[in-house]
């Protein structure tokens, strides 16, 4: 079982930049796959960027080069560090964690954490 908690959400102006963490609760060796998700009202769930065990990344198309994850495995810890930001990005986001087992994969998801972006 993986616990994740989020943090770093809050007020931010248009063209400004904010950092979300996501901390783990498990050695993130453990874990195979780590992801940023936003929710917006009336919109689905969105993938925003991903990283793999092995090392790849990949970003939604509406990122633009603004945004950037990265992971701390010393501290169990991944990022989304986010620049330019625009007010459609406001949302909450979401951690998760994928881990692959033998038969299913295991997914895991933190709380939430609500980041608006004012113009």
């Known amino acids: 079982q993986v616990h994740l908690a989020e943090s770093g959400g809050g007020l931010v102006q248009a063209g400004g930049s904010a950092t979300l963490s996501c901390v783990s609760s498990e050695n993130m060796f453990e874990i195979d796959d780590l992801k940023w998700y936003r929710q917006s009202p009336g919109l689905e769930r969105a993938l925003v960027a991903a990283t793999t065990r092995a090392g790849t990344i990949k970003y939604a198309d509406f990122v633009e080069g603004r945004f950037t994850i990265s992971r701390d495995n010393a501290k169990n810890t991944f990022y989304l560090h986010m620049n330019s930001l625009k007010p459609e990005d406001t949302a909450v986001y979401l951690c998760?964690?994928?881990?692959?087992?033998?038969?299913?994969?295991?997914?895991?998801w933190g709380q939430g954490t609500q980041l608006t972006v004012s113009s």
């Open positions: 998760n964690a994928v881990v692959i087992g033998r038969n299913t994969d295991y997914d895991y």
